[in-house]
């Protein structure tokens, strides 16, 4: 099993499409959770749409307890198929509480291992075989898709029908009890067949689901025509209320956030790093952590933010085009070992200048605590080889690497800063201070 947020699955997407193609000896299954509303990403994309291109078959709970079950579904489904299945939750979904039987676990007889190129080895001619393959796959899986019970009718007013899927199913029970459902638990391939029948037994068909219009154009394509939301409905995240507003055709009434915004938790010592970047009134290259709440009041020193790795390769890319500007580059201790060396050694290579700065709290922060290659310990809190950031700095070429308190040090720290920003050399300085809320380091 792979677990991720969207935008890990997209960093993920590469060696994922062509596992399409080898399939697997035993189960894999791919649990993404979008984030609708974009509670806690730079993004709001829809992963359904991934089971399309990639071919590979899309399951979507619709509360806690479905989740569960889907992911023994999945399983099964992955090893009856050769496939990679995608178990494509959302926020609400994984944000509920639900009672649940657990079961007994079943565990499989361990395959063995075997020499297969032709299954594995993803050369073009190869390849180009495991692509008939994949395409008989798809036609055997929409036949699966009309007899699963992932797919089930809820046949009760005739009046109207409404096809929905995952967290939307569980809204438009609590808003029209009384209407007919078609619920896509098994929501690619489409069931062709149960939705033409769904149809054409109620008199009004109506789609309902949250982001992007992927039953509805669907169905469009099959020629049924069917009541879709207005394109409003298409950003943010779908809430009880407004079912029935959606299916009236009404647009959507962005309710005013008057919530706090968030901010640096009191004692942060990332706001002694980037105070010091204030005060010379640097451009801050940004990247994925809590230190992106630097953008926010009161700081307001941080001006991009794209992706894990970004804060080192704008930092390059940006002084190419404003060769005249300050600009510095800020990557959090986890985000540098998961996607900002391979940007260093870029800039090394390509003999870029400037300060980048490796804001080391000493965990990962931003998602809760867990530990990485930078702490000294494993995922499962066991002591295994500390990565040393210094001498993967200096490894990858840079001119000068500090390690530096901001905190206990911070008269010092802010002239080391002025002092490299003003050097004609790649730097890299380790603003190094543990996160105030995570017990028991090292």
Not at 408 to 420: D, I, M, S, T
């Amino acid at each position: 099993m792979y677990a991720s947020k969207h935008v890990g699955l997209n960093v993920a997407m590469d060696p994922l499409m062509t596992a399409s193609y080898t399939g697997v000896t035993a189960g894999f299954v791919i649990v993404v959770c979008d984030d609708p509303g974009m509670h806690s990403s730079q993004n709001e994309q829809d992963t359904r749409w991934v089971g399309l291109y990639s071919k590979m078959p899309v399951l979507e709970p619709s509360n806690p307890r479905e989740a569960k079950e889907f992911v023994k579904e999945a399983f099964e489904i992955s090893e009856k198929f050769d496939t990679p299945v995608i178990l494509r939750m959302v926020t609400r979904v994984s944000h509920t509480k639900q009672d649940m039987d657990l079961g007994e676990r079943i565990v499989p007889e361990q395959p063995p291992l075997e020499k297969n190129p032709a299954k594995y080895v993803m050369v073009p001619k190869l390849a180009y075989k495991k692509h008939i393959l994949v395409e008989e796959r798809l036609n055997k899986l929409r036949e699966f898709a009309e007899k699963t019970s992932l797919n089930k009718v809820e046949m009760n007013d005739t009046k109207m029908g409404i096809i929905t899927s995952s967290m939307a199913y569980s809204y438009v029970k609590e808003a029209y009890p009384k209407a007919s459902i078609l619920k896509l638990g098994f929501s690619y391939p489409f069931c062709d067949e149960k939705i033409r029948k769904f149809a054409k037994s109620v008199d009004e068909l109506v789609v309902v689901e949250e982001l992007d219009p992927f039953i509805e154009t669907h169905i469009k394509a099959m020629g049924i025509e069917a009541k879709t939301k207005d394109p409003s409905f298409m950003i943010g995240e779908l809430r009880p209320e407004l079912i029935k507003p959606l299916i009236n055709g009404e647009k959507k009434v962005e309710k005013e956030n008057k919530d706090r915004p968030p901010r640096l938790c009191p004692g942060c010592p990332h706001f002694f790093s980037f105070n010091a970047m204030k005060k010379l009134d640097l451009f801050v290259a940004g990247d994925i952590g809590c230190y992106t709440l630097a953008c926010l009041p009161p700081l307001q020193t941080l001006h991009t933010t794209v992706c894990m790795g970004a804060g080192v390769t704008f930092n390059e890319g940006l002084r190419k085009a404003n060769p005249d500007a300050k600009i510095v580059g800020v990557v959090g201790d986890s985000t540098f070992v998961h996607s900002g060396v391979t940007g260093l050694i870029n800039a090394v290579y390509n003999n870029a200048k400037g300060v980048i700065f490796i804001l080391d709290n000493s965990i990962t922060a931003m998602t809760g605590g867990q530990q990485n290659p930078a702490t000294g310990m494993t995922i499962r809190n066991e002591k295994t080889k500390q990565l040393d950031l210094k001498a993967l700095c200096l490894a990858c070429g840079v001119d000068h690497v500090d390690v530096i308190d901001p905190v206990k040090e911070n008269k010092e720290f802010e002239a080391l800063v002025e002092k490299r920003v003003n050097q004609d050399a790649l730097s890299v300085i380790i603003a190094k201070h543990p996160c105030k809320l995570i017990k028991n380091l090292g």
